[in-house]
């Protein structure tokens, strides 16, 4: 169908995040220059699987001889388990990526290599800082399917009789974890057997990460469907708070590691086309996503109000009656289950989550014609296209 708004309307049909046509990055499309963005196959699964793992091992060496012997020191015994149960079963996107720049470039060498994937490690708890905080802004009770850190320190307070507000004690604790999570996660990457000369070419990077990173927080917070921001402006807030964050500056500093300043225009463009793409299909799982794939409440940015590419791009084309309906959703003062499947509904008629699968394959093609002048080898690029797949093809 056609909506009032007069946008294009790819049409009303049940959406299903397991319905990826064949033009999508899980489908076998190809870019421009013909390379496949099929689903990864199994040589690079395992090889991303042995990275992942790696890079795990790696923090929780760190964690257990650095991290956990201070937290011990604050009186929360509770803590050093939070911290550890936190950073268990990530997908280490940002320290794949991050290696993934380093091996754009490096010249092969054992040991260089693994101090690189060391440092790389780095940003998983980096990451638990930004999830840590992400947390407490917005109040989710849940991540991974357990109940958020702010949630247990809270829990860990009634449980003890203290006096005073049991929430803002756990909100405090999880923002000061969050606080050591972010001086842990350089402070492993400086003791990572990197050369210091390698890591002075990564910081300026890092440090654009982490400054767009907390400038896209602050931008999220402010973020309210209510205000009808216009789909541009979402993705902007959407390319610093999160598409920068997880692919861009990550393989940027992995290449600036290398000392390849050439690769950083390709690695870039990449980066910023995979990173909208991985944003995008987040907020699909923030609308459609069930607890058990997302470990969040179903839901949950329509119960926050959030103004993601799924819901503003659903209000552009929704027809006048469609949007008296979402309006009376934005503005009621508590919504229920129903309330929220109800909005589901709306979202799916106007045809939004189609034309944002649709702008995601167009973007993670666009990647991969970013890397394919001939400056990175044909392992790199096929190892980064599988990452495009991986990271956007988030459905199990």
């Given amino acids: 169908m056609s909506s009032a708004g007069g946008a294009a309307c790819p049409g009303e049909q049940e959406y299903s995040l397991r319905a990826?046509?064949?033009?999508?990055?899980?489908?076998?499309?190809?870019?421009?220059?013909?390379?496949?963005?099929?689903?990864?196959?199994?040589?690079?699964?395992?090889?991303?699987?042995?990275?992942?793992?790696?890079?795990?091992?790696?923090?929780?060496?760190?964690?257990?001889?650095?991290?956990?012997?201070?937290?011990?020191?604050?009186?929360?015994?509770?803590?050093?388990?939070?911290?550890?149960?936190?950073?268990?079963?990530?997908?280490?996107?940002?320290?794949?990526?991050?290696?993934?720049g380093w091996l754009c470039g490096a010249e092969s060498d054992p040991n260089t290599n693994a101090a690189a994937l060391r440092a790389a490690s780095g940003l998983d708890l980096l990451h638990a800082f930004a999830l840590l905080q992400d947390d407490v802004m917005d109040d989710s009770p849940l991540r991974r399917g357990r109940p958020a850190a702010h949630m247990r320190f809270a829990q860990w307070h009634r449980d003890r009789g203290l006096s005073g507000s049991s929430e803002r004690f756990g909100a405090a604790q999880a923002i000061l974890l969050s606080d050591l999570c972010l001086v842990w996660a350089e402070q492993m990457m400086r003791e990572s057997g990197m050369p210091a000369e390698a890591l002075a070419l990564a910081w300026p990077h890092y440090d654009d990460m982490r400054i767009e990173l907390a400038v896209g927080q602050c931008a999220d917070v402010a973020n309210d469907a209510g205000a009808l921001p216009d789909l541009e402006t979402v993705l902007d807030v959407a390319r610093r708070k999160s598409g920068n964050y997880t692919v861009r500056r990550p393989l940027e500093i992995g290449a600036a590691m290398a000392g390849c300043e050439h690769l950083l225009d390709a690695l870039g463009g990449y980066g910023r086309a995979v990173g909208e793409a991985f944003q995008m299909r987040d907020d699909l799982l923030g609308v459609f996503g069930s607890p058990s794939l997302t470990g969040k409440p179903a839901g949950g940015d329509l119960a926050e109000r959030k103004a993601t590419s799924v819901v503003v791009a659903a209000h552009r084309m929704a027809g006048a009656s469609l949007r008296r309906q979402f309006a009376e959703l934005m503005n009621a003062q508590e919504l229920d289950d129903a309330d929220i499947a109800h909005w589901r509904t709306l979202i799916v008629a106007t045809g939004a989550p189609a034309w944002i699968e649709e702008l995601i394959a167009e973007r993670v093609a666009a990647a991969v014609d970013h890397i394919s002048d001939g400056r990175i080898d044909d392992w790199a690029q096929s190892a980064l296209a599988g990452m495009a797949a991986a990271c956007t093809d988030r459905l199990t």
Avoid: H
């Fill in 20 to 100: 990826v046509d064949a033009t999508s990055p899980g489908g076998g499309g190809t870019n421009s220059t013909g390379l496949a963005v099929d689903p990864p196959g199994p040589e690079f699964e395992i090889w991303r699987s042995g990275v992942r793992r790696t890079a795990l091992d790696s923090v929780a060496d760190f964690v257990d001889t650095r991290c956990l012997p201070q937290l011990r020191r604050t009186g929360v015994d509770i803590a050093a388990d939070v911290l550890v149960e936190f950073l268990e079963g990530g997908k280490c996107l940002r320290s794949t990526f991050m290696y993934l």
